[in-house]
């Protein structure tokens, strides 16, 4: 099982980003998938989620109206997706994205975890 995060980097308050994460080893379109994200010194925090089958979205208070989560289940893409607009410092963070249960900020809670993409909001 693999789930490798890709997209991340440094952006100006204001700025946006697309982070990428593509699911290979298990039946990704059977999982409901997450996004959740560690800053620095901080504990997990989750972001935002979506259903095995696209047709429902979560997101945190936090991240609502700037953040859009979507997935491709077709068989030779099996990737799920984070746009992010309207970013804030406090949006620094660690982004992980992470297969099972919608909503739980506990890593022992999911199924599959990937490494994670380093996400800085900076001037």
């Known amino acids: 099982v693999q789930l490798v995060e890709s997209g991340g980097g440094l952006v100006q308050p204001g700025g946006s980003l697309k982070l990428s994460c593509k699911a290979s080893?298990?039946?990704?379109?059977?999982?409901?998938m997450n996004w959740v994200r560690q800053a620095p010194g901080k504990g997990l925090e989750w972001v935002s989620g979506?259903?095995?089958?696209?047709?429902?979205?979560?997101?945190a208070t936090v991240v609502t109206g700037r953040f859009t989560i979507s997935r491709d289940n077709r068989e030779n893409k099996h990737t799920l997706n984070l746009e992010m607009n309207s970013l804030k410092p406090e949006d620094t963070a660690v982004y992980y994205c992470?297969?099972?249960?919608?909503?739980?900020?506990?890593?022992?809670?999911?199924?599959?975890w990937g490494q994670g993409t380093q996400v800085t909001v900076s001037s």
């Open positions: 080893g298990f039946n990704f379109d059977d999982w409901p």
């Open positions: 979506i259903s095995w089958d696209g047709t429902n979205d979560y997101y």
């Open positions: 992470a297969a099972g249960q919608i909503g739980s900020s506990t890593k022992g809670e999911y199924s599959y």
